[in-house]
């Protein structure tokens, strides 16, 4: 696959990404997306800048214009891809990896993001083939831009202010933004909730010296969770590197599931009535209040043999199939109030029952009944899997 990933660009600088690689990545999404315009931030890894300025360099030599936010974190990229109405948008980092590697995230307009199926893929051979057909003798525009107001002011709106002080007054959270991006999420936004914060790796440094910045691997919490306990706080926040994951330690020095976070947030979203089809194919069988995560696959070829009720929650990345490998069609059916976790895999002919939770990471090779909870990879799908791959 080399570094040309399923999500994104990414990997080992100087030996994989370089600046040379960096420009000529420039070329082949200006080329592929064919937009006047593209957007571009970076996080704050130690070659963060030379390869952002090599990026920008290869982008106006095929005549695109480009915004340049700068220092960001990837949610502030897509909120300004979105909120300036951008066609298109870079942001260069590496997100949760260690401080060697950096890489690239694209998205089209409304920050909708580009994987290797809808994009990626395209760019890679572009890149591969190295001859670039829209070289222009002008070259494009470099604007700056500052979106820190527009973007704290869009945070902020979520919350109803008079409700926040009653719950967060008195209450204290410690904050570990493990020398990322985070670090500016707290100063521009945390510090303006009326709680007491305690900061943790607070200050930006791509070199991550204090643990590396994913949140998921337990060895990188045990400090927050060592001081939410120190502190006697309410509450702990783990950032990664361009803090668009989050993990949260709770008052007993605990990490809460990511998947209960899922959950909280879909429930807010729909009793707020609020949009977050972020991936909903034509023909899906869909019924209401159904929260559907980011780059959630549902099977495309044969949509019209998705099934899914009121009430239901897919987290990010889930993968629902209705053809297996031999071709052979069977329909999919997720009843009401039932929740697929996020990296699952729901297999042909499945049918999920009523109230039923399939944990982070499962696979479903066979029906799930109602109010069950599944968890895990059966023995005889790993022993298939591993005959397949060798």
């Known amino acids: 696959m080399g570094i040309f990933k399923a999500y994104d660009i990414r990997g080992l600088f100087p030996s994989e990404i370089d600046e040379d690689v960096a420009e000529r990545i420039g070329k082949a999404v200006a080329q592929f997306l064919k937009v006047p315009l593209i957007l571009v931030g970076r996080d704050m890894r130690l070659s963060g800048k030379s390869l952002n300025a090599a990026l920008i360099k290869g982008i106006i030599g095929m005549g695109v214009d480009v915004m340049d936010i700068g220092l960001c974190s990837t949610p502030m990229c897509y909120f300004a891809c979105a909120h300036l ?39 890679e051979k572009i890149y591969s083939k190295n001859k670039f057909s829209g070289l222009a003798k002008k070259k494009g525009i470099i604007t700056a831009k500052d979106i820190k107001e527009s973007y704290k002011a869009h945070v902020l709106s979520f919350i109803a202010q008079k409700a926040l002080k009653s719950v967060l007054e008195k209450k204290k959270i410690v904050v570990d933004a493990a020398n990322g991006m985070g670090s500016l999420e707290t100063s521009w936004i945390l510090e303006q909730l009326p709680c007491r914060l305690v900061k943790l790796f607070c200050s930006i440094d791509g070199s991550f010296p204090n643990h590396e910045a994913n949140p998921l691997k337990e060895e990188n919490t045990r400090a927050l969770q060592d001081r939410v306990l120190r502190e006697k706080a309410d509450l702990g926040i783990a950032f990664d590197g361009d803090a668009d994951r989050v993990l949260f330690i709770d008052e007993r020095g605990s990490r809460i599931p990511t998947d209960l976070i899922t959950c909280l947030i879909a429930r807010y979203c729909i009793s707020n009535s609020l949009r977050i089809f972020l991936y909903r194919l034509a023909g899906v069988k869909i019924g209401k209040n159904v929260f559907i995560g980011i780059e959630t696959f549902l099977d495309d070829q044969f949509p019209h043999l998705i099934s899914i009720e009121d009430n239901v929650v897919i987290s990010f990345r889930a993968i629902l199939v209705v053809h297996d490998m031999k071709r052979v069609v069977r329909p999919i059916t997720i009843r009401k109030n039932s929740y697929i976790g996020c990296g699952s895999i729901v297999l042909p002919g499945i049918i999920v029952g009523e109230n039923s939770f399939v944990a982070a990471g499962s696979v479903v090779t066979k029906d799930v009944r109602s109010d069950v909870v599944v968890a895990g990879v059966p023995a005889k799908f790993l022993k298939k899997m591993d005959k397949s791959i060798r």
């Open 85 to 123: 109405k951008a066609p298109a948008s870079v942001m260069v980092t590496a997100s949760h990896n260690p401080p060697q590697y950096n890489g690239f995230k694209l998205t089209r307009e409304g920050a909708i993001p580009i994987s290797g199926d809808t994009g990626i893929q395209e760019i």
